[in-house]
Structure formats: structure tokens, C-alpha cells
């Protein structure tokens, strides 16, 4: 999993690796940056802090982790009872917190700014975490379970405020930028009302959605499949290109802050960065005769 932060006039991303070492790479270049070192299993998802100076990474080595992304210092360690699937970073007017989710099918709370003391813990899904994300606000997040449900947790009483089931669910995106949640399904990419979670539009797909995310300006959307990476016009559901040279399936896609890129991550190791549909159309246009 990636996340892009803009730092020091540019942005950067942090791949999340089956060999334990996340990657911090620059976002318009791809080139690596440096390597955080220290956990002992998978690394599932990372995350930057607003500022982009700190990550936050989950682990199989049943741990989350705080870094220090300017010098790759490992800061603290969160122990959890099982595998952490999900991490996700809220970090705004001195407010600090980072949400786990697990294979234990458990979701936690941790208070950045006292990271000694225990987690606020949530429980209701029946299967294990796939995605945990804050809202646009410290006092909500979502959850996307292996049980086939996306629920929206008020963390003022750290109960659910709404849940709906969506088959075959394999991953969620909420779009800050946009406010909204892009829900991937085998059969379909959709989108829903973070507020209530309502379905606002469904986009059918004619091969097994992996994973999908939304540009932050709204106009389009891309998506992971078995091989190719797609994306598609929001406003009219039309596919506006297909991208081949992963080989082996793709488990995330994330746009750049500008929307003229996105990143693709595949189990065949590689992150691939792709121009946006409306660049490689400019560029066409400007290299006609």
C-alpha cells in the first residue's frame, strides 16, 4: 500500500513490502529514498503523518510502527495480538492518532502524542480487517472486513454508526479530498456517502476488481485487476485506459496529490507509476504532426 505526502516541494510515497523493509521512494521519480528496517514479517500498509516526517507501518510480526522518515529511525512499537492488515494516520490541529486493523478482526485506537498508553479497542466485524481509515474528522472511521461489510465507526463511543454489506468486498479508499469512500468488489467499483454510507453510484466491471482509488480533484478513478491497471472517467463511467506490465495481480493503486499520476503495487514486486489518462492525451496531441 502507498501513501503520498507533500514534503519539502515535493512528494513522496512509501511502498509496503512482503520482506518486511518498506520503501520510501520520491513520487515523481520513483527514486528510492531510503529503507525502514526492523520489523520481522510482512509490512501490509503504511502511511505518512501530515507533515510527511513520520510513517506509520503494520506488520504480520503482530506490531504497528512509528518512524522517523527524515532519518529512518525506528521511534516506537505498538505490539497487537495478531496480524495488522491496515494502518492509518489522523493528524491535524494537535490531534495525532493511528488506527490498526487486524486479522483478529479487532480495530485499535492509538493516541500518537502518548503512545505508551493502551489502545481504545473496537469490536464487531466476524472476520479479519482488510482496510481501517479515519474520516475527514478524528471522531469517525471505517472499516472494510473479510465478513463482506463496510462500517462506520463513531470513535466518541467506539461503536458502529452504520454497516452495510457489500459482497465479495475486497478494498476501501476514502478520498479525503473528495469525501467520499471508493469501495472495490470483484465485480464492480462503487461509491458511497461517508456520512451514512449510502450508494451513490456503481461502476460495473467485466473482470475481478483487486482494488480502486480516486483522483484527489474527482475526475477519475483507477483500478487493480489480475494484470492491468485501468482508470475511467468518474462523470461518465467510460474506461479511459488500459495498462499492462505487472505480472502477477495488483493489490493497490494511489493517485498523486495533483491527480496527474497514480502508483500502482503488484505481487510480482514492482510499483509502476503511470501517467493520468489526460497527460498521455496531451502528450499525443503535442507530438502530432
Known amino acids: 500500500w502507498y501513501q503520498r505526502r507533500v514534503?519539502?516541494?515535493s512528494y513522496w510515497f512509501v511502498s509496503s513490502c512482503l520482506d518486511g523493509k518498506p520503501h520510501l521512494r520520491n513520487g515523481e521519480t520513483g527514486?528510492?529514498?531510503?529503507t525502514f528496517e526492523g520489523h520481522k514479517g510482512a509490512v501490509w500498509m503504511s502511511c505518512f503523518?501530515?507533515?510527511?516526517?513520520?510513517i506509520a507501518t503494520g506488520s504480520g510480526d503482530y506490531s504497528a510502527k512509528l518512524w522517523n522518515a527524515l532519518d529512518g529511525t525506528d521511534l516506537?512499537?505498538?505490539p497487537h495480538e495478531h496480524?495488522?492488515?491496515s494502518v492509518d494516520w489522523y493528524d491535524a490541529q494537535g490531534v495525532s492518532k493511528i488506527l490498526t486493523g487486524c486479522m483478529d478482526r479487532r480495530v485499535l485506537l492509538?493516541?500518537?502524542n502518548?503512545?505508551?498508553a493502551d489502545p481504545f479497542i473496537m469490536e464487531g466485524h466476524t472476520a479479519l480487517i482488510k482496510t481501517a481509515l479515519f474520516s475527514s474528522t478524528s471522531d469517525a472511521a471505517f472499516s472494510a472486513s473479510a465478513d463482506n461489510t463496510l462500517k462506520r465507526w463513531d470513535l466518541r463511543i467506539l461503536q458502529p454508526s452504520h454497516s452495510v454489506d457489500i459482497p465479495d468486498l475486497t478494498c476501501v479508499e476514502y478520498n479525503r479530498a473528495t469525501d467520499l469512500l471508493v469501495v472495490a468488489s470483484k465485480t464492480a467499483v462503487s461509491i458511497y456517502d461517508p456520512n451514512d454510507l449510502n450508494l451513490l453510484r456503481s461502476y460495473p466491471c467485466a473482470e475481478e476488481v483487486e482494488c480502486a482509488a480516486m483522483s484527489p480533484n474527482g475526475e477519475l478513478f483507477a483500478l487493480g485487476s489480475k494484470l492491468k491497471v485501468k482508470e475511467y472517467d468518474r462523470q461518465s463511467g467510460n474506461e479511459l485506459q488500459v495498462h499492462r506490465g505487472h505480472h502477477g495481480?495488483?493489490?493497490?493503486v494511489r493517485y498523486a496529490p495533483d491527480s496527474s499520476a497514480y502508483a500502482s503495487g503488484s505481487e510480482d514486486g514492482m510499483v509502476r507509476i503511470w501517467p493520468n489518462a489526460h497527460i498521455i492525451k496531451q502528450t499525443k496531441e503535442g507530438s502530432a504532426p
Not at 527514486?31 to 531510503?34: E, H, L, N, S
Not at 503523518?49 to 513520520?54: F, G, L
Request: proline fraction near 7%.
Open 31 to 34: 527514486d528510492w529514498v531510503g
Open 249 to 252: 495481480p495488483v493489490f493497490t
Open 114 to 116: 502518548h503512545p505508551t
Open 49 to 54: 503523518n501530515n507533515a510527511a516526517t513520520q
Open 110 to 112: 492509538f493516541d500518537v
Open 76 to 78: 516506537h512499537t505498538w
Open 83 to 85: 496480524c495488522v492488515k
Open 7 to 9: 514534503h519539502g516541494g
